[in-house]
């Protein structure tokens, strides 16, 4: 029998994941990325305990793949130093089952890829359309003239994606938070770095995440209108950031040093309302092409993940006998119980998202100091508490029906 065959329309994390998992279900797959070639640079990425148990069910070790450390501790300071709050990563082991990781995001796109069979992976594959009709399978094109017909298309194509764009055209589209983030990796295992942590000033914010072998994740807000930029994004870092608590002006130092085009700064976007639904027809998106949130939360790839994981767990295993793949209508009833099973959890997360984005950008002097001191005043184990929905909310829903006869 012919397997039922998957075309994934981007090569991020999530459609990577998605990838994979549905070829672990016994499906074809073939992913559709327009970059040239895999990413060389990039920042790093911060896995939590709902998407590192996400991954597990479809068998993948992210630390074990890609490399990652593992902080003693997590939490929020100010631009003096004062602790506001944290948490130590054995207690949210303990409470959770596996402390948070960060893993350099090239790094463990890469070995999502290889975890692919060969020539499932075609870069340089731009899509242009997909023809859903309905009644027929999907056809995939793309800039270079080929013609992918398939039971399923995941659309991954990121917080701009076209294929959003052409099945939903009256949704609003992307939200500007008014803010602006720069991100880097340095190395500076002299340092001794043993936190993860980020800082809240008035309108601006730093982070910084351990990731293996000495090197560091750095990322940064601060308030700006849309496509503002400078010339020198690593003297601007400097500039804003290079007075405040140790270790940040070391980090700086090492980020003073870099190439100016390892230093990424992009406007901070989410979208501005829920889609009415996560697929169309045979067409299921995940990621950023479906909830794109702002990373406040750090769970935009976890979200993602969590997506793929879902998703190919829903549909109807590739190669099980029976009749087509779409003659009892198997995989459009599958998408209807992803979008069930995923919309309003994704749509949470991308207000919460929001909301705690605008606490840590607060800019009026005596509005960020009653922030801090209402962040001060809630014990560490209830802020811990607070993370349960996040941590604790991944959850395979029932399979497909016809499966569980």
Not at 100 to 124: E, N, Q
Request: aromatic content about 4%; hydrophobic content about 45%.
């Amino acid at each position: 029998m012919p397997k039922r065959h998957a075309v994934v329309v981007g090569a991020g994390i999530g459609g990577l994941t998605a990838a994979i998992a549905l070829h672990r279900r016994g499906w074809d797959v073939t992913v559709c990325e327009r970059a040239p070639e895999p990413p060389a640079t990039g920042a790093g990425i911060g896995l939590a305990p709902n998407a590192l148990r996400a991954l597990d069910a479809i068998g993948v070790d992210a630390a074990r793949a890609a490399g990652s450390a593992i902080p003693d501790t997590m939490g929020v300071r100010r631009p003096d130093g004062r602790r506001l709050t944290g948490a130590g990563t054995a207690e949210m082991a303990a409470r959770y089952g596996t402390a948070p990781i960060a893993v350099p995001r090239p790094a463990f796109t890469a070995a999502l890829a290889a975890a692919l069979p060969p020539r499932a992976l075609r870069y340089g594959a731009d899509v242009t359309t997909v023809d859903d009709a309905e009644g027929r399978r999907p056809t995939v094109r793309t800039a270079e003239g080929s013609e992918l017909p398939a039971d399923l298309v995941v659309a991954a194509d990121g917080i701009r994606s076209a294929l959003r764009r052409t099945y939903f055209p009256g949704h609003p589209g992307l939200h500007h938070l008014g803010e602006t983030a720069w991100r880097t990796i340095v190395d500076a295992p002299d340092l001794g770095i043993r936190a993860m942590s980020e800082t809240w000033g008035r309108g601006e914010r730093f982070g910084i995440t351990p990731l293996a072998d000495g090197r560091f994740y750095l990322y940064a807000t601060a308030l700006a209108p849309a496509g503002a930029r400078s010339d020198d994004a690593r003297a601007e870092l400097l500039d804003r950031f290079g007075s405040w608590h140790d270790p940040i002006p070391a980090l700086l130092e090492r980020v003073r040093r870099l190439d100016p085009a390892d230093v990424l700064q992009n406007d901070l976007h989410d979208l501005a309302a829920p889609l009415p639904r996560l697929h169309h027809g045979r067409i299921a998106w995940v990621g950023d092409a479906a909830h794109a949130m702002a990373p406040n939360l750090g769970q935009g790839g976890c979200q993602a993940i969590e997506d793929a994981v879902v998703l190919a767990h829903l549909l109807p295993a590739g190669d099980a006998p029976g009749p087509a793949p779409d003659a009892a209508g198997a995989v459009p009833a599958a998408l209807a119980a992803y979008t069930a099973a995923r919309r309003d959890r994704t749509d949470a997360v991308r207000r919460r998202a929001r909301r705690v984005g605008r606490l840590g950008a607060l800019r009026h002097p005596l509005a960020a100091a009653a922030r801090d001191t209402a962040v001060r005043a809630v014990p560490d184990r209830l802020a811990l508490r607070g993370m349960d929905d996040l941590f604790n909310g991944f959850r395979l829903p029932g399979r497909h029906p016809a499966e569980q006869r």
